[in-house]
């Protein structure tokens, strides 16, 4: 798959994805005319670092400690010096490869360095390529939030092979997984009854089939993303599961993977909102026959907890804590989560011990 996005105020990006994706890498990057490329990444992914390096003949590769300590104000400032070093100028292409931490924070390096140099965005988890490294959202966590100092500024490529996956844990590889669902669920019926043909092959990590998936998640993200860059009323539907799932996140405090409270949030808010159980079974069996149990523990469901916590979200103002719900399969609606309706979606037998 090979696809231009071209934004109005913004860097077109071009996405790329299947297994020969990185021979295109030398070509988008001449498109820069470039003095030079500078490849930063993961440092558990340095063999895959060398071998593009050497291809790109790379002027430095610079390994940096990826997960979310990376996203740092401090790693931007050494980044930044470490870039300098390398003698990193206007018009050297930074490659970024490893995850959502990698690509978040060399996205914003990027925009930043000089006032902005060319980005390539190589992700190698599946919730970079289905998610976190589109959309052109860049950032650092500060002051103890997340991704509290950032910038919207679209990748110039994003090249992703799905023969990077193959040494993620399984229960990464799902993760990733859980926002290409999300979408579907509220953007998109075909897609989903797709991804429900599909989850068999999923949850056995069939190449083929999470091609595919990719695929779909860049279709859907891009095609709300083009229509709102800055996140107004459209992109709100990449919210969903998000609002009660950062609650149970917060509340599981790091016992909990992001993907898995996304899958849990996903199905408490169609019970909040009254969603059919139809539709809510249905939603919560794609996810878990892709792998990803979405039954909150009966740990994390204190609701006095949860509301405080879905209440501080960033997306929470002036009192309101808006959601993005399913009310069909393929079709999402803005709704404002109350305390009565976080009852209802917790209410005796929805959870698992
Ligand atoms: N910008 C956005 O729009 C957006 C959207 C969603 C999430 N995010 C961000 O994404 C981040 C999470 O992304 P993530 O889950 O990819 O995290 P990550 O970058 O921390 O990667 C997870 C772990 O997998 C390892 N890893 C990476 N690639 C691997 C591979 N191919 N094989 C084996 N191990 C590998 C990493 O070293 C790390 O330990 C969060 O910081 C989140 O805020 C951003």
């Known amino acids: 798959m090979e696809r231009l996005f071209a934004f109005e105020h913004s860097t077109s990006s071009r996405i790329v994805l299947g297994t020969d994706a990185a021979s295109r890498l030398p070509e988008l990057v001449r498109a820069h005319d470039p003095d030079g490329v500078v490849i930063v990444h993961d440092e558990t992914l340095a063999e895959l670092a060398s071998a593009l390096g050497a291809e790109l003949s790379a002027a430095a590769t610079l390994a940096v400690a990826g997960g979310e300590a990376a996203k740092r104000l401090e790693t931007v400032g050494e980044l930044a010096e470490?870039?300098?070093?390398?003698?990193?100028?206007?018009?050297?292409?930074?490659?970024?490869?490893?995850?959502?931490?990698?690509?978040?924070l060399c996205g914003f390096v990027a925009s930043i360095y000089l006032r902005g140099v060319p980005f390539i965005a190589?992700?190698?988890?599946?919730?970079?390529?289905?998610?976190?490294?589109?959309?052109g959202k860049n950032g650092v966590d500060h002051c103890g939030l997340k991704n509290r100092l950032g910038t919207i500024r679209q990748p110039d490529a994003i090249v992703m092979d799905p023969a990077w996956l193959t040494t993620l844990p399984d229960e990464?590889?799902?993760?990733?997984?859980?926002?290409?669902?999300?979408?579907?669920?509220?953007?998109?019926?075909?897609?989903?009854?797709?991804?429900?043909?599909?989850?068999?092959?999923?949850?056995?990590?069939?190449?083929?089939?999470?091609?595919?998936?990719?695929?779909?998640?860049?279709?859907?993200?891009?095609?709300?993303?083009?229509?709102?860059?800055?996140e107004g009323d459209?992109?709100?539907?990449?919210?969903?599961?998000?609002?009660?799932?950062?609650?149970?996140?917060?509340?599981?405090?790091?016992?909990?993977?992001?993907?898995?409270?996304?899958?849990?949030?996903?199905?408490?808010e169609c019970r909040a909102a009254g969603v059919t159980d139809t539709i809510t079974e249905r939603v919560a069996a794609l996810l878990r026959a892709i792998g990803v149990d979405p039954d909150t523990p009966a740990a994390y469901t204190a609701r006095d907890r949860l509301w405080?916590?879905?209440?501080?979200?960033?997306?929470?103002?002036?009192?309101?804590?808006?959601?993005?719900?399913?009310?069909?399969?393929?079709?999402?609606?803005?709704?404002?989560?109350?305390?009565?309706?976080?009852?209802?979606?917790?209410?005796t037998g929805r959870s698992r011990d």
Do not use: W, Y
Not at 245 to 263: D, K, N, Q, W
Not at 317 to 323: A, F, Q
Not at 335 to 344: G, H, N, S, V
């Open 82 to 104: 470490r870039l300098h070093a390398n003698g990193a100028t206007r018009a050297t292409v930074m490659v970024a490869i490893g995850g959502g931490t990698i690509t978040d």
């Open 234 to 268: 459209r992109r709100r539907a990449l919210n969903a599961g998000h609002t009660i799932g950062h609650a149970i996140e917060s509340f599981a405090g790091g016992a909990l993977r992001h993907g898995t409270a996304v899958a849990m949030g996903l199905v408490a």
């Open 172 to 230: 990464m590889f799902r993760e990733g997984l859980v926002e290409v669902v999300k979408k579907a669920a509220v953007l998109d019926r075909e897609r989903f009854e797709e991804l429900e043909r599909l989850a068999p092959a999923l949850r056995d990590r069939d190449a083929e089939a999470t091609e595919r998936a990719i695929a779909m998640s860049v279709d859907m993200k891009m095609t709300v993303v083009l229509a709102d860059e800055r």
């Open 122 to 135: 190589c992700p190698t988890t599946t919730l970079a390529m289905c998610d976190a490294a589109l959309g």
């Open 308 to 347: 405080e916590l879905a209440r501080q979200d960033k997306k929470a103002m002036r009192g309101s804590v808006p959601m993005h719900v399913p009310h069909r399969i393929g079709e999402g609606h803005d709704i404002e989560l109350t305390r009565a309706m976080l009852d209802r979606a917790f209410a």
